[in-house]
């Protein structure tokens, strides 16, 4: 599913109607007809609702919404909030249809004290008032009313594209509709996914109104939202003649003597996500603890020097398939010889935790390189790499990791909600599962295993680390919905909790 930008939108509909000879009336009355059957799915005919439209193609939406619930049976009374005259084009054309079908129209100007009495008497109010143009801080009468709903906290607020007064493309948010649920039309928009805007929206549900793929190839950006359908096409199925080799052979790198526990849960998290061999590289120092803690993988001690890596790694490289490097190594002068020496393997490597702190060091040496890179920034470890603030990189997600992954060919996984996968040709992937519950120390190093371990059996990068992403959430999903709550949530609880995911998308 594809998400998009304002001005993506606005392109994608000018080439509907011009290229594919969709008229703009055809198309905002096959809006109004998917998005109500969204909304039947949620309320009941018996309900009181209310429609509220502005003067734009988000208003003519309305009114195409309106007329057809009354059509159902439904109890709808709309409010136009612009004088009739202000009512352009499309909108003006689907308000006249709602007129002649027999139905009334309640016009807010001149009647604003009646409005906001019986906007209280509604168990549902459609919001129709904003689109996606909105710019810049709401005039009145729009910041009245948009307060008043938000004040009505046991009232059902549908949205209808996006909550009107949220920005399209994310960003600040002074005032905004605070929906239940936000029903998108055609595409989700890039706001949805970023915060704070994204906080705004409640359930999102997306309404397909018939516009051709082929348009939105020729008229976006490739960002698409990765769901469980392309989960379940991606996931390897292991053939019964497989063996340990045949699932890919892993080197995990990493661990400090104040830092054991990380490379430990990114070595049990890649077992448990089916690596085939696994060895783990760690400070000779902590060798005792770390082995004595799961059977299942191999050890390399090495050479250590206060507690880290001192940065001589005696490893014949070549008997791996993939390195992961990073978990609670430490932000020594060893470590980065490490990773240094990581980079210069020509095979694929996966840079989390300290590894990202010294590859700020080390960005000359990813040009030179032939195989895959993945580095796991979260917003903090992604402003030290940009050189600029965390406030920044939050408010440009899509276009920081888009620029950074092409510049430095790298596969950029920016983790937070809704994290992002960028491969190193601009492609992104959103990821919607997760929760708040992985906002806990370990939960990173959890996902640097999934990762290696996926590498090792898709055969497609982008695949693996969207579907790593995609678990890794999902098991923090499935765990608050039983016995668990977002507070309590470990990152062992994540990695004990991978069979039931595994097999669930299986």
Not at 303 to 325: M, P
Not at 415 to 429: A, L, R, Y
Request: aromatic letters at 8%.
């Amino acid at each position: 599913m594809r998400i998009v930008t304002a001005e993506e939108m606005y392109t994608i509909d000018n080439y509907t109607f011009q290229q594919i000879g969709i008229s703009e009336d055809t198309l905002m009355e096959c809006a109004g007809q998917s998005v109500t059957k969204h909304i039947m799915e949620k309320i009941n005919a018996h309900q009181p609702i209310v429609v509220l439209a502005g003067a734009g193609n988000n208003g003519g939406d309305g009114f195409v919404i309106a007329r057809i619930l009354k059509s159902y049976g439904y109890t709808v009374q709309l409010w136009v909030i612009p004088p009739y005259e202000k009512i352009k084009g499309a909108a003006k054309h689907a308000l006249e249809v709602y007129i002649r079908s027999g139905y009334r129209v309640d016009y807010f100007s001149g009647n604003e004290e009646r409005f906001f009495t019986l906007l209280s008497t509604y168990d549902v109010i459609i919001d129709c008032l904003l689109g996606i143009g909105v710019k810049g801080d709401l005039r009145s009468p729009y910041e009245e009313i948009i307060q008043e709903i938000n004040s009505l906290k046991s009232r059902q607020v549908i949205s209808i594209d996006i909550p009107s007064g949220v920005p399209a493309d994310g960003g600040k948010v002074t005032l905004a509709v605070k929906a239940e649920t936000t029903i998108a039309i055609q595409y989700p928009k890039v706001g949805a996914y970023t915060y704070p805007a994204a906080s705004f929206y409640g359930e999102v549900q997306v309404a397909d109104i018939g516009i051709p793929p082929l348009v939105g190839k020729e008229c976006a950006q490739k960002r698409m939202l990765w769901t469980e359908q392309q989960v379940k096409q991606y996931l390897p199925n292991r053939p019964a003649h497989s063996h340990k080799g045949a699932n890919g052979k892993g080197l995990l790198l990493g661990g400090s003597q104040r830092m054991t526990g990380a490379i430990m849960l990114s070595a049990k998290a890649s077992l448990r996500s089916g690596a085939g061999l696994l060895t783990v590289a760690v400070p000779d120092v902590i060798h005792p603890i770390v082995a004595t803690h799961f059977l299942e993988a191999m050890y390399m001690p090495c050479a250590s020097e206060n507690g880290h890596f001192k940065g001589e790694v005696d490893l014949n490289f070549n008997a791996f398939d993939v390195i992961a490097i990073g978990p609670g190594m430490g932000r020594t002068k060893g470590g980065q010889k490490v990773v240094e020496v990581a980079l210069k393997q020509q095979m694929p490597v996966v840079l989390d935790a300290d590894a990202l702190f010294h590859l700020k060091e080390l960005l000359f040496l990813l040009k030179s390189r032939s195989k895959p890179t993945v580095i796991t920034p979260h917003a903090g470890e992604m402003a030290r790499l940009c050189g600029v603030s965390i406030d920044d990189v939050e408010n440009n997600r899509f276009g920081l990791s888009k620029k950074f992954a092409e510049e430095h060919g790298v596969y950029l996984v920016l983790k937070g909600p809704s994290t992002i996968v960028t491969t190193p040709g601009g492609e992104q992937f959103v990821n919607p599962t997760g929760n708040s519950a992985l906002a806990k120390g370990g939960t990173g190093d959890v996902l640097t295993g999934i990762i290696l371990a996926f590498m090792l059996q898709h055969k497609s990068i982008q695949a693996a680390i969207s579907n790593a992403v995609f678990v890794h959430g999902q098991s923090a999903d499935l765990l608050i919905e039983g016995k668990h709550t977002k507070m309590d949530v470990l990152a062992t609880d994540l990695i004990e909790h991978l069979p039931a995911t595994l097999k669930l998308l299986k």
